[in-house]
Nanobody
């Protein structure tokens, strides 16, 4: 059983910072890409940032320069450092991981964290 457990989030004033973390555990052979998405009521879940096992990152345009994604492969953990937060960053943030369960199988599966609320007050 694979689990992604998120930590962090909460309430912050505009201009402030927050750090989210997401740790994967269970029967995992290899984690390829880890990422963060966010969702607000009535809208589709949108990409925030992604990072490969080799450290290559990509960000949604509105997050570039303000958010930083990183990962610790030894801990199967991905982080999202959010700075210069704006009220429009208010959302539920979800982590995900594209991973392989075994070397023999070769299939990749996507798992999601439980979500965490980030609220930015003006």
């Amino acid at each position: 059983q694979v689990q992604l457990v998120q930590a962090g989030g909460g309430l912050v004033q505009a201009g402030g910072s927050l750090r989210l973390s997401c740790a994967a555990s269970g029967r995992i052979f290899r984690i390829n890409v880890m990422g963060w998405y966010r969702q607000t009521p009535g809208k589709q879940r949108e990409l925030v940032a992604r990072i490969t096992s080799g450290g290559t990152t990509n960000y949604a345009d509105s997050m570039k320069g303000r958010f930083t994604i990183s990962r610790d492969n030894a801990k199967n953990t991905v982080y999202l450092q959010m700075s210069s937060l704006k009220p429009e960053d208010t959302a539920v943030y979800y982590c995900n991981a594209d991973l392989e369960l075994s070397s023999a199988e070769g299939n990749e599966y996507r798992y999601w964290g439980q979500g965490t609320q980030v609220t930015v007050s003006s």
